[in-house]
């Protein structure tokens, strides 16, 4: 296959017409039935991938489904783009790009080693993580100091998007493993309530901070590392530190980059910053340079053994045989939920407070990659796409959200995740309280699935009309994935599976998964409006009613 095949149509396929068809007959059977007439199901339909346990069982499937799932792919020809995605491919065809986030995280020595457009990107790779090591240990060890020689206590990380989602959501799923007296903090909004926020009760002299930016040229970002760069240099001036700025801003300041001039243009020493390439997309780049953060505060071993994490999940997902291939499995099964059972949306349940930040940063990894309505070749798709994803960690959402996907009318599949390994084993009294905590999560997965009939009610001493309210239809869709603990592998492993499940799904539907051009439109059209914001009129008149009739009210009621 070339990058640049015509997609196949997937509602034209065979298999499309022979899903159709079983989805009318799965109509008549529930999760109920299909668990007693086979009492292995919960085994039949489970998976391994790396450490990861993947329980499909609880999903409207039938066997036979993945099996007409399994001949969509081969006709929409997944595997082949797999394999060209992994062998550099300029599958991001609308920017003419390799996509090769799964090249940051093979190992040392991979044989044999991979060459792309006539670049050596492992010894490429190599070589930027083996900088990055080197920083954060001097970082750690003290080496490194401020410009009054003190060490560092905060990094300070400013970027937004896939330079800020991916770095938050694994510090924040990681923070146990944090060195002592080193913390990291992130700078993403142009509010100025963030910057301000985030610095007010920080130590210039004890601060460092990484711009991440792939472009450098994100008008949030750049703005930031502005206002920190002055809060930096008033601050040392404040403390009555005498200071030459360009060598402030040297022991300070670091910067991760696609764009090495620019950052030079902004005063950063290029000998601080850490390159990566534009084969890897933002959100796809938490393995790249774009993780120094995490190699400083966490330690780089902590890094490398994500990475192995990522690897692990990319080799299962290269090597696997379908049918036991998780992504490609998990990857249909939202194409089966969003085109043959209706879903919109998509619920991600963590049951683990470390990863309160993982919906958000899966909310861009597969919307900013699916929420297209054109294929590769520039046609309009042909089947609905992209399905909303959103998620809170269990239990906090049970006592809220989760009753519209108990007795709501609209199907929503969630996922559920769980970890067998407490990071905190805590009691209370006799009672371990993760085993109260997994409990839910059984519980929640179970009454999803096989709800609660009006017999059922009714035996419980329920009448009248409560009995309607307190029924429970069951058969609303789940996957539960387990894993021994959250370590920085499984992290890794977590993080890879949605992004190949979000690659497959695009695949199928013949779309770039890995350009954005509703985010650069936004880029551009903030800039474009900052005239009128200011105040001139003539360019507040050439706006349409509602944008003045707003930005008139923002310059009259500005305090
Ligand atoms: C990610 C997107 C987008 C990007 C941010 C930041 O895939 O392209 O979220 O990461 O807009 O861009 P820079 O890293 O270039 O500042």
Known sequence: MTAHDTPVDPTTTAAWAALDAHEEELADGSLREWFAQDPDRGRTLSRQAADLLVDLSKNLIQPHTLELLL?????TRVLERRDAMFAGEHINTTEDRAVLHTALRRPQGSAPSLQVDGQDVDADVQEVLERITAFAQNVRSGEWTGATGKRIETVVNIGIGGSDLGPVMIYEALKPLRADGLE???ISNIDPTDAYTTTADLDPETTLVIVASKTFTTLETITNARLVRTWLLDGLRARGVEVDEREAVAKHFVAVSTALDKVEEFGIDPANAFGFWNWVGGRYSVGSAI????????GPEVFRELLSGFHAMDEHFRTAEPDQNVPLLMGLLNVWNVNFLGAETHAVLPYSQYLHRFPAYLQQLTMESNGKSVRWDGTPVT??????????????????????IHQGTRVIPADFIAFATPTHPLRDGKVDVHELFLANFFAQTKALAFGKTAEEVEAEGTTGALVAARTFSGDRPTTSIMAPALTPAVLGQLIALYEHITFVQGAVWGIDS??????????KLANELAPAVAGDEQAIAAEDSSTAGLIRYYREHRA
Not at 291 to 298: D, R, S, W
Not at 385 to 395: A, D, K, Q
Not at 515 to 522: H, M, N, R, T
């Open 291 to 298: 993780g120094t953060v995490l190699a400083v505060v966490l």
């Open 71 to 75: 001949q969509l792919a081969q006709e």
């Open 184 to 186: 990291a903090r992130f």
């Open 514 to 523: 890995f350009d954005q051009w509703g985010v650069e439109l936004g880029k």
């Open 383 to 404: 089947t609905d796409t992209g399905e909303v994803f959103w998620g809170e960690p269990g239990t906090n959402g049970q006592h809220a959200f989760y009753q519209l």
